[in-house]
């Protein structure tokens, strides 16, 4: 599909201008981990990073998520790569209750100035898109919504190394679910679904430290030329906006670590043998 006419779609269904998808793309790729005893002691090791920057409610967000995994799942080195994941509001004006929240085909309509028909063939273009990627999109019971209070539980799990798990089950609830993501109790459902506690959920949707970490990420992606997500940027080297195939992504994946690699050699090996160390501690 041409790349103007997949930045046509993103304006549309996303309701507002999203990324520029046409011109030379670079992509990069990355995964987080859920933080266990292992992972603590990984995290001790140098990692090329790989910051994205997403929205919940982003069809292409999801999409290049699922690409983006099917090329790490290729990658031989992806343990020496690490992931944070980070907010970007594409439409912060939506209400959490806009008119017409229960059809999304009649609110992108209403919105952008396009016939019904029209806002419904473009649906079922990107709903085709994802089933290549293997998602299910039901757009046909999709409730839009604003998508600040997802970013803030996303923000909270990010402390607790739960940032890729809540991204994964905020966007299977929006998009084939049906999820209302305003609704404090389907947020405090999600957020017991991926571990955290309704305690957490609370903090989450109240404490406005989450809240000003969901602007902050957003003003750096500005800052960094983001004008949409998904929004990857790698090593600080390579930026991308906009979903690509694992194909292309593992390409530039292995190109961008290579260089990585050869700033941050690995520590030199060490054949073990028969030694002595102070205090007359001899091992063999």
């Not at 793309?25 to 990692?47: F, S």
């Not at 919105?111 to 039901?138: C, F, P, T």
């Amino acid at each position: 599909m041409p790349n103007k006419t997949l930045a046509l779609i993103a304006a549309f269904l996303l309701t507002l201008i999203v990324a520029d998808l046409s011109g030379e793309r670079r992509t990069i790729i990355g995964i987080n981990e859920k933080k266990d005893n292992d992972t603590v002691k990984k995290e001790t090791q140098k990692k090329m990073k790989i910051e994205i920057w997403s929205d919940v409610m982003c069809p292409f967000c999801y999409i290049g998520k699922r690409n983006f995994e099917a090329a790490l799942a290729q990658f031989p080195d992806r343990e020496n790569i690490a992931v944070e994941w980070k907010s970007f509001q594409l439409d912060p004006s939506i209400p959490e209750v806009p008119q017409h929240q229960e059809n999304i085909y009649q609110f992108v309509a209403a919105r952008k100035g396009i016939s019904y028909e029209r806002s419904v063939g473009m649906h079922e273009q990107v709903a085709r898109m994802a089933k290549d990627a293997g998602l299910e999109y039901h757009f046909d019971k999709m409730l839009v919504t604003n998508s600040l209070k997802a970013h803030r539980l996303i923000q909270l799990a990010k402390t607790k190394g739960l940032g890729e798990y809540a991204e994964e089950r905020l966007f299977y609830a929006y998009f084939t679910e049906g999820k209302d993501l305003s609704d404090d109790a389907v947020l405090t459902e999600l957020g017991n679904d991926i571990g955290l506690t309704n305690a957490d959920v609370k903090e989450a949707l109240t404490n406005p430290v989450f809240q000003h970490q969901v602007e902050a990420d957003g003003a750096e992606a500005n800052s960094l030329g983001a004008k949409g997500v998904p929004f990857f940027v790698i090593d600080r080297k390579y930026a991308i906006a906009g979903a690509q195939s694992g194909a292309e992504m593992l390409k530039v994946l292995q190109t961008a670590y290579a260089e990585w690699k050869k700033d941050n050699p690995a520590p030199f090996q060490v054949a073990e043998g028969a030694t002595c160390t102070p205090g007359n501690e001899c091992t063999h």
